[in-house]
């Protein structure tokens, strides 16, 4: 399906308000009573935006040389960025000052994770991988120097667990005591690493265009691979039952069932609306409707269920979708571009 085409059903991507930011946005947060999210610059400024009426409430002054990640307590009193000079920064969300500083290991924290009740945040710098206590500040652990550089992070759903993407593989870490509970081996690049919901299967999207499914308590020595990508895969969503993946690497969103004996030797749903390969996915929290961007600039609202008629909406903007962000209650589609256009989309 070519980047434009009609679609024959009501469009139910209603766009309601657009602004702009500072520069290229990397990272959407919103707040956990959907009034409000942050957007990241990737030059360093975090703007806070009403959600409802997209009026900026405040603008951080972010990270010096960049802004590479932001994610909102669950509680909701706290902000936490990093960036590229070496630290995670705490953010007061009432009165909008930094609260705290912490020192990630290396020149450039690239990687921020925190847990379902918000108590502990991981952050990833280069090879250095700490645990920070969200309450008091306290530097929990810091495990031993990966041998590589670590490119993702992710903790397990419902479980005191961290996985580490580094090149060789995922480790997945008892967070608790540090213990080294797995090594999921593949001499290979990780670039994204995902739990299911129900965090009995992990996978990551590889530098060599190819994804790994492990099922954790199974067959966990051995992947389920599936290739074929015609680019390196840097985006990864599963929908909320755990039973369907969608994956970029490709102008199409593939979608691979997960459920019974699959996905591998089966043929995914091809979802085709975008010109180029993906360039940024999101499934809703809790719904099974899945939202694609793309390098120009389309976002589409896709309901997989529907085979016959998937597409159920889209969007535009001038350059490149490099955000997706669905809010809590999986009614409204935040979405930021490489151009620093931000804006909010509600299902109609």
């Not at 129900?198 to 067959?219: C, E, R, Y």
């Not at 490099?322 to 589609?333: H, M, T």
Request: aromatic letters at 8%; hydrophobic letters at 40%.
């Amino acid at each position: 399906m070519p980047a434009g085409r009609t679609v024959k059903t009501e469009n139910r991507l209603q766009p309601r308000w657009r602004a702009t930011t500072a520069d290229h946005v990397v990272g959407l947060a919103w707040s956990p009573d959907g009034k409000r999210f942050a957007a990241a610059a990737v030059s360093g400024p975090i703007t806070i935006f009403d959600a409802g009426l997209g009026t900026v409430l405040a603008t951080l002054s972010g990270h010096g040389f960049g802004t590479t990640s932001v994610l909102w307590k669950p509680g909701g009193e706290a902000l936490f960025t990093a960036g590229q000079d070496g630290h995670v920064r705490v953010w007061d969300t009432t009165l909008w000052q930094e609260r705290a500083k912490w020192p990630g290991g290396a020149a450039w924290v690239e990687h921020l994770a925190l847990n379902a009740d918000g108590s502990c945040l991981a952050s990833a710098a280069g090879k250095i991988v700490r645990l920070w206590d969200t309450a008091t500040g306290a530097m929990l652990r810091e495990w031993p120097a990966h041998a590589n550089t670590v490119s993702a992070l992710e903790w397990r759903p419902n479980a005191n667990q961290l996985a580490v993407a580094v090149y060789g593989g995922v480790r997945v870490y008892d967070a608790a005591s540090g213990d080294l509970l797995r090594t999921l081996e593949w001499k290979g690049s990780p670039l994204c690493v995902h739990w299911s919901p129900n965090g009995t299967m992990l996978a990551h999207g590889n530098q060599d265009a190819t994804i790994h499914i492990w099922a954790i308590g199974k067959n966990a020595d051995k992947p389920l691979q599936m290739h074929g990508y015609p680019t390196k895969v840097r985006s990864l969503a599963w929908d909320f039952s755990s039973r369907f993946l969608a994956t970029g690497g490709a102008p199409s969103a593939c979608v691979w069932d997960c459920g019974g004996a699959g996905p591998e030797g089966t043929k995914p749903q091809m979802l085709a609306g975008h010109e180029e390969p993906l360039s940024a996915l999101a499934y809703q929290r809790r719904g099974y409707l899945l939202a694609t961007g793309g390098p120009e600039g389309q976002v589409c609202l896709w309901q997989p269920a529907n085979k016959k008629a998937p597409q159920i909406g889209t969007d535009r903007y001038p350059s490149e979708i490099s955000a997706l962000s669905w809010s809590p209650d999986d009614q409204r589609l935040a979405i930021g571009t490489a151009s620093g256009d931000v804006g909010v989309a509600r299902l109609g």
